[in-house]
């Protein structure tokens, strides 16, 4: 069974720092690219960051470039978001997505079930 | 590039439902689609416009051309209900961009 399963969420102060990781199993992790969604509480899907199989092309929403740093480690067969400068606007369910890419379209299949981050003094 | 979504739609059991995607030229983009129930993880329900993963019920269906993206859900059940997104990949910007997601709600 695919799995992804994220962890490293809780509460940071503004201008804090945190990071999340997200374990994958039941697949070959390499043979895809991944990426982190968000939603805010009570909000619609945001997507945050994404990179491919081997980290050679990264993406980064406008709202989180400079701040957040996406990773991942193949031989662990994990994912992983560096949140820096948190702002409370960051506050969010943070769900890692593998996703499958087809001439130049990209969906997301399956979702983890996230990590909650919330950033308040 | 924005995807527009209408914030509700309502359905009686046994009816269809049609979700609309609005965004510009949305038919030269692969469009996909999500189904959100409360408290969990969206699950794809259809890829490249009209096709359906592995699992997910013939009744779900989709279509794209012009300036919008429809999802069709046919004979409605009750456990259709939920938040449903489209989302699309803009080459331009090389970003990914989710609609603003409608809710559909079972009369």
């Known amino acids: 069974e695919v799995q992804l399963v994220e962890s490293g969420g809780g509460v940071v102060r503004p201008g804090g720092s945190l990071r999340l990781s997200c374990a994958a199993s039941?697949?070959?992790?390499?043979?895809?690219?991944m990426s982190w969604v968000r939603q805010a509480p009570g909000k619609g899907l945001e997507w945050v960051s994404g990179?491919?199989?081997?980290?050679?092309?990264?993406g980064y929403a406008d709202s989180v470039k400079g701040r957040f740093t996406i990773s991942r480690d193949n031989a662990k067969k994990s994912l992983y978001l560096q949140m820096n400068s948190l702002r409370a606007e960051d506050t969010a369910l943070y769900h890692c997505a593998r996703a499958i890419a087809v001439a130049g379209s990209n969906w997301f299949d399956p979702w983890g079930q996230g990590t909650l981050v919330t950033v308040s003094s | 590039y924005v995807l527009t979504q209408p914030p509700s739609v309502s359905v009686a059991p046994g009816q269809m439902a049609r979700i609309l995607c609005g965004g510009s030229n949305i038919g030269s983009k692969s469009v996909h689609w999500y189904q959100q129930k409360p408290g969990q993880a969206p699950v794809l329900v259809v890829y490249d416009d009209s096709d359906r993963p592995s699992g997910i019920p013939e009744r779900f269906s989709g279509s794209n051309s012009g300036n919008t993206a429809t999802l069709t859900i046919s004979r409605v059940e009750a456990g259709d209900e939920a938040d449903y997104y489209c989302?699309?990949?803009?080459?331009?910007?090389?970003?990914?961009?989710f609609g603003t997601g409608t809710k559909v709600t079972v009369l």
């Open positions: 990179m491919n199989w081997n980290g050679g092309s990264i």
């Open positions: 989302q699309v990949w803009d080459s331009s910007s090389d970003h990914c961009v």
């Open positions: 039941g697949f070959t992790f390499d043979d895809y690219g």
